[in-house]
């Protein structure tokens, strides 16, 4: 996604604003139904809100909708995605290559399709076993990348100051990439691209589905519901500082470099630091 979304952003600030934009928005949802949460603190969340305000018949269309077409293509395709980038890092590009085809009629089952699957399948049994063995495990997949991208980021602005304030600047690749020509992005290609950022913000309205399984509802409900975007928003947004701080724009663009050469600039830029920094450190 920050391939496609800065393929269609000219600028780098394009990029951090875009992304700022879109949790704005998001935040923005939340508010909205935190309010309602306060009002029908029920099961369902927005199948109750529905079928409150507008009767069962609207509520059942979105329930149908929600349970055949939303839940089932996000989870497709954002576990898919995750498999096809990171599965290759971890385990090779083989998991890229084509399982199974079937010219005849245009099917192909690619390995990171296959092993997906398989991941959908091992989540679905730990949900299975209760909702305190699901809550542990998804604490667990939820800290870690949190803390890794945290830990990134701040030694990223440790290694950006170095260069701003001692080093020699020529070096820091965000300089470059702030100093490429600005200009305006068109409206056509800006809209596809907030639409892919308010994607990945999607899932800030889970909360609302578990009103009386919770203490306080009014209470717990509209916080989680703003607490949650914002810090999304802001791990998105050193996210991206990551990229721009280490990685050419355009190769950001283009999707030149898998995002995990991410590690590899970081470090060169870090090894350049002269072996005096390196000594006081240790």
């Not at 599965?87 to 890229?96: E, H, P, Y």
């Not at 296959?114 to 989540?123: C, D, S």
């Amino acid at each position: 996604y920050p391939a496609l979304i800065s393929s269609l952003l000219p600028h780098p600030i394009w990029f951090m604003l875009f992304w700022l934009i879109g949790g704005i928005i998001a935040l923005s949802g939340a508010l909205s139904s935190a309010e309602l949460a306060s009002v029908y603190p029920e099961l369902g969340g927005d199948y109750a809100y529905l079928r409150n305000s507008y009767g069962r018949r609207w509520a059942f269309l979105y329930g149908f909708f929600t349970f055949f077409i939303t839940f089932p293509g996000s989870i497709a395709l954002g576990l898919s995605l995750s498999v096809h980038y990171q599965g290759a890092i971890i385990l090779g590009d083989w998991v890229n290559t084509v399982c199974y085809s079937l010219p005849q009629f245009g099917f192909v089952l690619h390995y990171y399709q296959v092993i997906a699957v398989i991941l959908l399948l091992g989540l679905t049994v730990v949900n299975h076993f209760g909702i305190e063995s699901s809550i542990r495990f998804q604490k667990l997949v939820t800290f870690l990348p949190v803390v890794f991208l945290v830990g990134v980021g701040i030694l990223t602005i440790i290694s950006i100051l170095y260069y701003v304030l001692i080093a020699d600047q020529s070096k820091l690749l965000l300089s470059t990439n702030l100093n490429i020509p600005f200009s305006f992005p068109d409206l056509l290609p800006s809209g596809t691209a907030l639409v892919a950022i308010y994607w990945t913000y999607a899932g800030w309205n889970s909360p609302l589905a578990m009103g009386e399984e919770i203490q306080n509802p009014e209470k717990v409900i509209p916080r989680a519901m703003m607490f949650g975007p914002i810090v999304v928003m802001s791990i998105y947004l050193l996210l991206g500082f990551i990229f721009i701080a280490l990685l050419p724009y355009e190769n950001l663009q283009t999707g030149k470099d898998p995002f995990f050469i991410v590690g590899t600039y970081f470090l060169q830029n870090l090894l350049q630091l002269e072996s005096t920094i390196f000594i006081e450190w240790i």
